[in-house]
């Protein structure tokens, strides 16, 4: 499926407004390991993705594949408990199918999270790193014919992640004495790891933490007029490696889950200012 008709989309949000409760202007894609944050959603309605038409299904480890509605820092909110990947098998449109039902669906305000390797040597695992940029080398999701419904031609992606939603969780953590990283977040296709000869290329082209997500999301999410807030999860540490290191899926989402709560706690609070 190289294209999505737009009655697929309407048909999908027309499905989830049956039912959902309230009118959220706030979605949250939650990463691998980070699904957790979800637990937090008062008066929850979890609709399994199998039972949304045109959703496909999220075979990544940790990620549960449930659209779940509810509450969060008093507000109503829409929360992706798992996400779709490139290397999956999907096309970018299946990948990025969710955003624009979320556009149908009223949201004005996305926020994505994810499990990053860390390419900063200022960075250590269990480091939070709000996303301030990015390099795209996976396939452009708005390659085709230009979906008019959602966007123009050639959207302006000099300010691809929000500045004010920037500034804001900012103040959420230095009210609460955490340390935060910003950088540039380098989406690559996956699914192998990278070579270290790799981590230090895209260090040297500008790169601070390297995943296999979240871009695809964000440039279709632009196209369509939502602001973004985006925050990396760093999960391992890319830039040094002993003679047996190994990176291990298993361990991303252990980081990933020590991680877990400070980032639920500055999304709520986040998601309560907007």
Do not use: W
Request: hydrophobic residues 40%; glycine residues 12%.
């Amino acid at each position: 499926m190289n294209t999505i008709d737009n009655t697929a989309y309407r048909e999908a949000a027309d499905y989830l407004s049956s039912r959902m409760t309230g009118h959220p202007e706030t979605a949250i894609i939650l990463g691998s390991g980070l699904g957790s944050l979800a637990d937090q959603i008062e008066d929850a309605v979890v609709i399994p993705y199998a039972e949304i038409p045109y959703f496909v299904h999220s075979t990544a480890t940790g990620h549960k594949g449930n659209l779940i509605c509810g509450r969060l820092g008093g507000k109503p909110v829409l929360a992706m408990q798992g996400r779709f990947h490139y290397y999956e098998g999907y096309t970018m449109q299946q990948v990025t199918f969710p955003v624009r039902v979320m556009k149908l669906l009223g949201v004005k305000n996305l926020l994505v999270s994810n499990a990053a390797g860390g390419i900063n040597t200022n960075f250590k695992v269990g480091d939070l790193m709000i996303i301030c940029d990015h390099i795209n080398m996976m396939p452009n999701p708005l390659i085709g014919p230009n979906n008019e419904q959602f966007g123009t031609r050639f959207p302006d992606m000099t300010r691809a992640y929000d500045r004010e939603l920037i500034r804001l969780a900012e103040e959420i953590a230095t009210s609460h004495g955490i340390a935060l990283k910003k950088g540039v977040y380098v989406g690559l296709t996956g699914p192998s790891f990278e070579t270290p000869a790799e981590y230090a290329f895209y260090g040297k082209v500008g790169g601070d933490a390297i995943g296999m997500s979240t871009v695809p999301e964000v440039i279709v999410a632009r196209h369509a007029g939502l602001r973004v807030f985006g925050m990396s999860v760093i999960t391992n540490e890319g830039y040094h490696f002993a003679d047996d290191f190994v990176n291990d899926g298993a361990d991303v989402i252990v980081a990933a889950n020590r991680a877990a709560m400070v980032m639920t706690g500055l999304f709520r609070e986040l998601v309560g200012k907007l």
